[in-house]
């Protein structure tokens, strides 16, 4: 398909185990966003790539969480050690134009269970 | 970041009455004004945006209004339709690389 592709839809791990969230943006998207959803609430910024240049990591919330973007496309979120609280469902966003100027597009999201 | 307030929290009408829901934001600077429809165990997509230079944009039902000096804008949908029901988002941004967004709104639509 056309549209932002997510992986997996579901995870369910253990408490302390590292868990990888992939995502896969829209071919020629420079502009890539990762945000976390709490049940019921609304959407909290994670990191944010923009072509080659040094990502803007202001709003992982600890050190465990990471991100990477290889080659300008696909991007995997690492959180390491997972706590009860990392539970959300996880949604990815690109943007052809970058700048925080223009459409979003989002994935259908991970949904991440911590036991 | 832009700090965003989005009001009300809950709204609830009748189908076919008209729903009005506002985003008051930070940072004068911003330029780039999006509204967000997201279904349940969907991410959210854009329904309409304006930017800086425009005060008002309609698409069919529903509308954006702007009102930089107040830095305020509202979302409006008339008509209501159950498939209305969803939850609404606002993300004005323009400055910042992050697009921040309000906490949402949870319309329900009765039909």
């Known amino acids: 398909g056309a549209g932002v592709s997510q992986s997996p839809s579901n995870k369910v791990t253990e408490k302390g185990k590292d868990v990888e969230l992939r995502c896969d943006p829209i071919s020629g998207h420079t502009a890539l966003y990762w945000y976390r959803q709490s049940l019921g609430q609304g959407l909290e910024f994670l990191i944010y790539f923009q072509g080659n240049s040094a990502p803007d990591k202001s709003g992982l919330p600890s050190d465990r969480f990471s991100a990477e973007r290889t080659g300008g496309s696909v991007s995997t979120l690492t959180i390491q050690r997972t706590q009860q609280e990392d539970s959300a469902v996880y949604l990815c966003?690109?943007?052809?134009?970058?700048?925080?100027?223009?459409?979003?597009?989002f994935g259908e999201g991970s949904r991440l269970t911590v036991l | 970041g832009e700090n965003v307030e989005q009001h009300p929290s809950t709204l609830s009408v009748q189908e076919g009455d008209s729903a009005v829901i506002k985003c008051t934001y930070s940072d004068s600077a911003s330029n780039y004004f999006p509204w967000y429809k997201q279904e349940l165990g969907k991410g959210p997509q854009l329904i309409i945006d304006i930017r800086s230079n425009v005060g008002e944009k309609k698409d069919q039902r529903i509308a954006v209004t702007l009102n930089k000096t107040a830095k305020h804008f509202s979302l409006h949908i008339t008509e209501t339709q159950p498939e209305d029901s969803a939850v609404y988002f606002c993300?004005?941004?323009?400055?910042?690389?992050?697009?921040?967004f309000g906490a949402g709104t949870r319309l329900t639509v009765k039909p």
């Open positions: 993300a004005p941004s323009g400055r910042y690389n992050d697009m921040r």
């Open positions: 966003a690109s943007s052809l134009s970058g700048q925080a100027t223009g459409e979003l597009f």
